[in-house]
């Protein structure tokens, strides 16, 4: 069964860290780009950052500088580094499968990050 | 940035009845878009992807089309499943992503 599995969420002070986690299994792991999608309670979804399968790293402007992606192939596990949190990055973060065209195929189940003091 | 305008915010129909949700963009996208349906406390599940490919084990009743600047996803008749929200997504200006505000389909 093709499975995404989110891990590390918690409740951290502004300006803290927090790292990330999702692990995958069922497909071959090394050929697909990866994606964080968030999505803030009650509001809509918002691309995070995306790992291309050379290990090609994007994000868009928001976290740009504070957020970092990266791949284990090995591990079959996809990672987000977040630092300088703010109250504004607290949402549910999803890892998602990109598709060879335009959409994220498989979606975990999320995990909540919090922010706050 | 291409911004995604999702219409109308929220549609009430009732079973049976037929679905039509509007995505429109800043600027042109080609065919680079993308739609999914969230229900609450559950991840997105992709649709569409391409403007108009059914995603794997997406029912028939849903379809996508549209190119540049406006897309529609049709549900041709709404099964008691089918309320939900519903986003679209954009990938034309690569590796810039991004989604809509949502359509919120509700029971009438």
């Known amino acids: 069964e093709v499975q995404l599995v989110e891990s590390g969420g918690g409740l951290v002070q502004p300006g803290g860290s927090l790292r990330l986690s999702c692990a995958a299994s069922?497909?071959?792991?090394?050929?697909?780009?990866m994606h964080w999608v968030r999505q803030a309670t009650g509001k809509g979804l918002e691309w995070v950052s995306a790992?291309?399968?050379?290990?090609?790293?994007y994000y868009p402007g928001s976290v740009k500088g504070r957020f970092t992606i990266s791949r284990e192939n090995a591990k079959n596990s996809l990672y987000l580094q977040m630092n300088s949190l703010r109250a504004g990055d607290t949402a549910v973060y999803y890892c998602?499968?990109?598709?060879?065209?335009?959409?994220?195929?498989?979606w975990g189940q999320g995990t909540t990050v919090t922010v706050s003091s | 940035e291409i911004v995604l305008t999702q219409s109308p915010a929220t549609l009430s129909l009732s079973p049976g009845e037929r679905a039509t949700l509007s995505c429109r963009a800043s600027?042109?996208?080609?065919?680079?878009l993308a739609w999914y349906q969230q229900k609450p406390g559950q991840a997105p599940r992709l649709l569409i992807y391409?403007?108009?490919n059914r995603a794997t084990g997406i029912p028939a009743r849903f379809s996508g089309s549209g190119s540049g600047t406006d897309f529609t996803l049709t549900i041709s008749s709404l099964e008691p499943e089918d309320f939900a929200v519903y986003y679209c997504?954009?990938?034309?200006?690569?590796?810039?992503?991004?989604f809509g505000q949502g359509t919120r389909l509700e029971i009438k």
């Open positions: 600027q042109s996208v080609s065919s680079y």
């Open positions: 998602a499968r990109g598709l060879y065209g335009t959409g994220m195929d498989v």
């Open positions: 997504q954009q990938r034309s200006n690569w590796p810039l992503i991004t």
């Open positions: 391409d403007a108009s």
């Open positions: 069922g497909f071959t792991f090394s050929s697909y780009d």
């Open positions: 790992i291309g399968t050379a290990g090609d790293t």
